[in-house]
């Protein structure tokens, strides 16, 4: 195709009086010389009129995509092929005597044109990457995964080219040796080639994705994803220090991914409160007559009083504790922290949210607290917690009860110092 387009030039200049093939070195360096002007020229005017205006228009557009391919320069190195095309067309024909400078000449600018068509492409795919990002694309698939492995491809592809435009050889023909060198390639290339297709299972099944908190006690990683490549997934952890995860090693290994309590706005709050059952007991008729002003029991006893009421109307020997039904400060207190947690404004009321009995054990009775916050930043989360549980301890002795704690120095100490009783 070249060579014919190079036929019709040269014939197009014979026919306006122009030797296109001169024997002499002076016509030669003349043609030359017109040969880069035109060129230089072509540029210019490619670049200061239609790169230009084309910028112009993007400036002005309200999509925000377009600025980026432009702070890319991706028309800019577009613009690079036009005298990069002229002088490949244009020098051989007129070095048709100079044989060897001439296919010299041909074979490196060619060469350089498919250098220049694969560094737009570079440029146009980082300008789809950061559009990825600006869109959160890159949130739901790894883009540069993609990106690198269009470069990659693009390399390859560019290598053979050029060794073939070189050559004198058909692509194919150096293609067709690849298969030979496939076992050196599977080696060489086992991480890329391995993260190429934990990539896809990634982005498939939607794994993981940049922004996501991950925790992958394996390699130390507990933070947020700030990129997932081809080879590796670099993670920010929370004390700003970076790991990087080869990317089969999410396919391959176990790893705990956050997103669904960002997306669903709820984090879990489970902690217990270990109470001393020796502070356990029935309620007392005054205990019961001061819990009764608490106003977020209120609504409790009337109800649970009329429900004891009936069930013990059939129970003799009523006096006695043991026989029939009676409040206990530790179900009282369950039934304040019910209803404190539901008037929460800070928990969310339409997940699960439980005060629940643990089995005792010897640090006590468990009392546990399963609730959601419904703001899932850390610094935040944990204020809410701690303000929570502030108030569970404080609020115990209004019950009668105590948190259980294990003997401290000061504790055996003051056993020690107590006057013996004879």
Same mark, same amino acid.
């Given at each position: 195709?070249?060579?014919? /387009?190079?036929?019709?030039?040269?014939?197009?200049?014979?026919?306006?009086?122009?030797?296109?093939?001169?024997?002499?070195?002076?016509?030669?360096?003349?043609?030359?010389?017109?040969?880069?002007?035109?060129?230089?020229?072509?540029?210019?005017?490619?670049?200061?009129?239609?790169?230009?205006?084309?910028?112009?228009?993007?400036?002005?557009?309200?999509?925000?995509?377009?600025?980026?391919?432009?702070?890319?320069?991706?028309? %800019?190195?577009?613009? /690079?092929?036009?005298?990069?095309?002229?002088?490949?067309?244009?020098?051989?024909?007129?070095?048709?005597?100079? %044989?060897?400078?001439?296919?010299?000449?041909?074979?490196?600018?060619?060469?350089?044109?498919? /250098?220049?068509?694969?560094?737009a492409c570079y440029a146009g795919l980082d300008a789809a990457n950061e559009i990825a990002d600006v869109q959160l694309i890159s949130r739901r698939l790894p883009v540069k995964s993609f990106v690198q492995l269009f470069k990659l491809f693009l390399f390859f592809i560019g290598a053979i080219i050029s060794v073939s435009v070189l050559a004198d050889q058909s692509p194919i023909y150096f293609l067709s040796g690849l298969g030979v060198a496939t076992g050196l390639v599977m080696l060489v290339f086992r991480d890329t080639i391995l993260g190429f297709v934990a990539g896809i299972q990634l982005a498939a099944n939607r794994m993981v994705s940049k922004g996501d908190w991950i925790q992958m006690d394996k390699y130390g990683a507990d933070g947020a994803v700030d990129e997932v490549s081809l080879n590796t997934v670099k993670v920010r952890n929370?004390?700003?220090?970076?790991?990087?995860?080869?990317?089969?090693?999410?396919?391959?290994?176990?790893?705990?991914?956050?997103?669904?309590?960002?997306?669903?706005?709820?984090?879990?709050?489970?902690?217990?409160?270990?109470?001393?059952?020796?502070?356990?007991?029935?309620?007392?008729?005054?205990?019961?007559?001061?819990?009764?002003?608490?106003?977020?029991?209120?609504?409790?006893?009337?109800?649970?009083?009329?429900?004891?009421?009936?069930?013990? %109307?059939?129970?003799?020997?009523?006096?006695?504790?043991?026989?029939?039904?009676?409040?206990?400060?530790?179900?009282?207190?369950?039934?304040?922290?019910?209803?404190?947690?539901?008037?929460?404004?800070?928990?969310?009321?339409?997940?699960? /949210?439980?005060?629940?009995?643990?089995?005792?054990?010897?640090?006590?009775?468990?009392?546990?607290?399963?609730?959601?916050?419904?703001?899932?930043?850390?610094?935040?989360?944990?204020?809410?917690?701690?303000?929570?549980?502030?108030?569970?301890?404080?609020?115990?002795?209004?019950?009668?009860?105590?948190?259980?704690?294990?003997?401290?120095?000061?504790?055996?100490?003051?056993?020690?110092? %107590?006057?013996?009783?004879?």
């Open positions: 195709m070249d060579n014919e /387009l190079r036929a019709n030039i040269s014939q197009w200049l014979l026919d306006v009086g122009v030797n296109s093939q001169p024997s002499d070195g002076v016509a030669t360096s003349i043609l030359l010389f017109a040969s880069l002007v035109i060129a230089t020229i072509a540029y210019y005017i490619t670049k200061k009129v239609f790169v230009k205006a084309v910028n112009a228009v993007i400036r002005k557009s309200t999509v925000t995509w377009d600025d980026i391919f432009m702070r890319y320069g991706v028309l %800019e190195k577009l613009a /690079l092929l036009v005298p990069a095309i002229i002088v490949d067309l244009l020098v051989p024909i007129v070095l048709t005597h100079q %044989e060897f400078l001439g296919v010299v000449l041909d074979r490196g600018l060619s060469v350089m044109v498919v /250098l220049f068509v694969i560094r929370w004390d700003n220090t970076i790991t990087m995860i080869p990317a089969y090693a999410l396919v391959s290994d176990a790893f705990k991914n956050w997103r669904g309590m960002s997306e669903k706005g709820g984090r879990r709050i489970k902690r217990s409160i270990n109470i001393d059952v020796n502070s356990i007991h029935f309620l007392s008729d005054e205990e019961v007559t001061r819990l009764s002003k608490v106003n977020y029991l209120k609504d409790y006893f009337p109800k649970i009083i009329s429900e004891i009421t009936h069930s013990n %109307e059939q129970v003799s020997d009523f006096d006695m504790p043991v026989n029939g039904r009676r409040m206990t400060n530790i179900g009282t207190f369950r039934a304040y922290l019910d209803a404190y947690l539901k008037n929460n404004n800070k928990l969310h009321t339409d997940m699960t /949210l439980m005060v629940r009995q643990l089995a005792p054990t010897t640090q006590g009775l468990p009392i546990e607290l399963y609730v959601f916050t419904n703001d899932t930043r850390w610094a935040f989360y944990e204020g809410i917690q701690a303000d929570i549980f502030d108030h569970v301890f404080a609020i115990l002795p209004e019950f009668g009860l105590k948190a259980f704690q294990n003997p401290t120095g000061n504790d055996i100490r003051s056993i020690k110092s %107590e006057p013996e009783v004879h």
